[in-house]
């Protein structure tokens, strides 16, 4: 909103935004960056929708796009072709964790995190002590850091908690960043695929290997495999019926994928640094 809205709306009266203003904010990043041009408008229309309520405005929404900025801006597929998040063949996942488990550092311990947990980066990144319970094996996710909006427990697996257990707890953060009290970026990990020749890969595409895997090697329900990547299970009518969200039978499958990855946090893993005074 402020880099691409407020210059071109912020100091106007709700009642007075027109399509021409809304064009004037959308079309110089629509082709160039699609998707930021997409959530743009999208906001725009929440914040124009939320005027109407509240008597500030009436009329047609200058920010709809069904029948509106539809009939003279191109769909995001057309202006750029959607990419997958490259993903790393399942076949290929126990070396490369080998490798990753001799990377230095808080980002290589995230991204291993990340992979052994199914979890999306910014849930991983994000993630707390105080979201960890070691002795239980469980990691909640509170529902405000999750893509559904609900609270997602995710059972670890004992490489994980072994992984987590190894730690330095340098404040709130599992992995934190090099600013005090910030977690570690998405190009901290990215940083680390490219340091380990693998640039084409993306974080979030160990998602698809671990449904891969679960898919082709495993006789785990479907269900069990999406409740694991935290996706949501059939309609409405189906959600409100299923009360339970599969934990044990999720981390029977989450022990396996570990098993798979061939995840060993004590051989080979170097340490993230010394404390003054102690051994490692």
Same mark, same amino acid.
């Given at each position: !909103?402020?880099a691409?809205?407020?210059?071109? %709306?912020g100091? /106007?009266?709700? @009642?007075?935004?027109?399509?021409?203003?809304?064009?004037? &904010?959308?079309?110089?990043?629509? +082709?160039?960056?699609?998707?930021t041009?997409?959530?743009?408008r999208?906001?725009?229309e929440?914040?124009?929708?939320?005027?109407?309520?509240?008597?500030?405005?009436?009329?047609?929404?200058?920010a709809?796009?069904?029948?509106?900025?539809?009939?003279?801006l191109?769909?995001?597929?057309k202006v750029?072709?959607?990419?997958?998040?490259? $993903?790393?063949p399942?076949?290929? %996942?126990?070396?490369? !964790? $080998?490798?990753l488990?001799?990377?230095p550092g808080?980002a290589?311990?995230?991204?291993?995190f990340?992979?052994?947990?199914?979890a999306?980066?910014?849930? $991983?990144?994000?993630? #707390?002590?105080?979201e960890?319970d070691?002795?239980?094996g469980t990691?909640?996710?509170?529902?405000?850091? /999750?893509?559904?909006?609900?609270?997602?427990?995710?059972p670890?697996?004992?490489?994980?908690?072994?992984? %987590?257990a190894g %730690?330095? +707890?340098?404040?709130?953060?599992?992995f934190p960043?090099?600013?005090?009290?910030?977690?570690?970026?998405? /190009?901290a990990?990215? !940083?680390?695929?490219r340091? !380990?020749?693998?640039g &084409?890969? #993306?974080?979030?595409?160990?998602?698809?290997?671990?449904?891969?895997w679960?898919?082709?090697? #495993?006789a785990?329900?479907?269900d069990?495999v999406?409740? @694991?990547?935290a996706h949501?299970?059939?309609?409405?009518?189906? @959600?409100?019926?299923?009360?339970?969200?599969?934990?044990?039978?999720?981390? +029977?499958? /989450?022990?396996?994928?570990?098993?798979? &990855?061939?995840?060993? &946090?004590?051989?080979?893993?170097v340490?993230l640094?010394?404390?003054?005074? $102690?051994s490692?």
């Open positions: !909103m402020a691409y809205v407020y210059p071109h %709306l100091a /106007m009266p709700v @009642a007075e935004v027109a399509t021409q203003q809304v064009l004037a &904010c959308l079309e110089p990043i629509w +082709r160039v960056k699609p998707e041009a997409s959530r743009v999208g906001r725009i929440a914040v124009l929708n939320a005027a109407k309520v509240r008597g500030l405005r009436s009329g047609d929404n200058p709809q796009w069904r029948g509106h900025l539809a009939l003279v191109p769909t995001k597929t750029r072709r959607i990419k997958h998040h490259a $993903a790393l399942y076949g290929e %996942l126990p070396a490369f !964790m $080998a490798a488990r001799s990377q808080f290589a311990r995230a991204l291993e990340a992979i052994l947990t199914g999306r980066t910014n849930e $991983a990144l994000g993630a #707390t002590w105080s960890i070691l002795v239980a990691w909640v996710v509170p529902a405000e850091r /999750m893509k559904a909006h609900r609270e997602h427990r995710v670890l697996s004992d490489a994980a908690v072994e992984l %987590l %730690l330095l +707890r340098e404040g709130d953060y599992l960043g090099a600013k005090a009290g910030q977690p570690l970026s998405n /190009m990990l990215l !940083m680390t695929l340091r !380990m020749g693998r &084409c890969l #993306t974080a979030h595409g160990f998602r698809s290997t671990f449904r891969d679960a898919a082709e090697t #495993t785990h329900p479907g069990v999406e409740m @694991a990547l949501t299970i059939g309609s409405q009518v189906e @959600a409100a019926y299923r009360r339970g969200d599969l934990f044990e039978k999720r981390r +029977r499958l /989450m022990q396996e994928w570990a098993a798979f &990855c061939g995840t060993s &946090c004590g051989e080979n893993v340490p640094r010394k404390r003054r005074g $102690a490692l």
